[in-house]
């Protein structure tokens, strides 16, 4: 009996694929009901893309993820591999505020960003001294989204410093290697498709967020604003054609980018 | 050559105390235990992985406790073999070499001449996911020979291993030090290997060295009970140390009497150690030669194994003995038959139990 058949037979395989079914088919209907209307009517698609303000979205939507996600590879990768090596008192507390902008409103994290961020804030008042700002600028909206992106990258990537053995890295220290080069000889190639994916979901996370980047920078507007903002003025078809193109540009940059880590981190010449 | 003076540690309840312990060149000390008796963290210890340790580790009369592990040009090698899994094995066995400067070229005539030596060149390009243990296991020595260390420390190496090949590996292992005239620090659980092997042995028991000496020395005549009962003394008989009219005995549970030598204080309490393969049997009825009656009692289970067989019997305190295959079937020992219990003299070796560690004497 082909397996497919087999598994049919099994009432456990049968329940869970008609309770998986209705999660896989609430996404694809959701799909769907942005892109038959948008792909109907390709003129009208085509209008809104080539309205000013649009590629200018995106574009700086796309461009602040990749840099808050260039900032948490700094700052949140040491962090991470801490996390995964050393066992100290309050790594528990450490590891639950790393994790509290999972479980935030997000206008509660936008809103501690701005009161941080702005003017007259805590981090933000010393920079408007020099003259940077952060309130409706770029850099708010880079800390609006590395702040929401935080336990989405530190998580995945500790998760992956947990995968190496410590013990390679103490017969690479005999061998020779300093602490910097078991580092970056040892411990960041075995771990780099962690790091690659985990930044594409902090990446992920960050361009779509909306709430918290608001509150700090509505502009220059990012994609989610632009698209709440032609909801609320033009109606369901204008901001539907904006999702639309994000859908496709995020769809081809997750699928590109998992097609090229897709070796990554396998060593194993076995026929 | 080598020596540690009053190395210590702690990592949470556990403790390595006061470790004192030296190498000549050229030697195989091998230091055996129990399961965590902190064999592998002395180890780990004396290649400076554990930065806090307290007390001296002089190579060629340099200390090097202060010393980073990078700088102390000791190799280190686990029982998993801890191969870098994203390194081909010539980068693997390479990597010393490249990560302290050796240029290229030399560094791939040290890699070529070692993947010869370990007959593993047709291996040289291959990712260690695809090798067999004892593949891994020659990459892993050969990695850490190829840094040339003054001590190389081996945690368990052959425990992985096939146990059809590890014999092969073992004369393998005592060729290339001798070839090497390598120093060696290994740990290990075999007899075996420690017999095939080793110059000394150290016995290692909750963190802290109970004996040091030769295989014979140690196996042969434990320093204390905690020995006695790790190198394979499967009878360890408590007893009580009283008199008669002319001799001293310790009296066991169950009226087992066992000589020891006068000077005893009666009322002193004791240990008797006897391996089961000194205990002879005699059947019921018969005197019986090769030592001295200490107990009568019935044969209560025999077990088999691929060595020979051991006969436990039951004289109130379980006594076992120890049989080749060949001389159970000279003795056709049953379950339920009445025996005598004999043991040689030389056989016990008596410890003071409210002293365990002190060995008072060997004695039937």
Redesign the interface.
Known sequence: MPPLLRLQRDPLVVVFTLAGGILVGLIVLAVLSIAVPELADPFHLAGVAGEPGVMESLLLTFLAGFVAVGILGLLGTPLAYLLARNDFSGKAAIEGLIDTPLILPHTVAGLMVYLLFMSRGLIGAPFSRAGFFFEDAFPGIVVAMVFVAIPYYVDGVREGFGTVPVRLEHVARTLGATRWQVITRIVLPLTSRHILSSALVAWGRAIGEFAAVVMIAYFPMVVSALIYQRFATGGIAESRSVAFIMLILCLILFIGIRLLTKRLGRYDDTP | MIRLEGVSLTRGTFSLEGIDLSLSRGEHLFVIGPSGSGKTLLL?TI???HGDASGKILIMGRDMSGL???E?G?????Q?Y?L????TVAENIG??LT??GVPGNETATIVDNLVARFGITPLRD?????LSGGEKQRVALA?ALA?SPVLL?LDEPFAAIDPMLKSQFIDELGRIRRERDLTILQVSHSREEVYALADRVAVMIDGRVRQVGTCDEVFRSPASREVAIFTGYENILEGVVTSDDRRIHLLVAGGIRIGIPQGTPPGTRMVACIRAADVVLTPEGSHGTGGLRIADGVVASTRNDEHGVSVTVDCGVPIISWFSHREMEQHQWRLGQEVGVLLPSQSVHLFDSDHPEEHLISHS
């Open positions: 780990e290649a400076g992985i980073l592990p990078e102390r000791l190799s280190l090698m686990y998993d801890s870098f899994p994203h390194l990597f010393g990560i302290r291959r990712y260690p996911a695809s990695r840094t420390l």
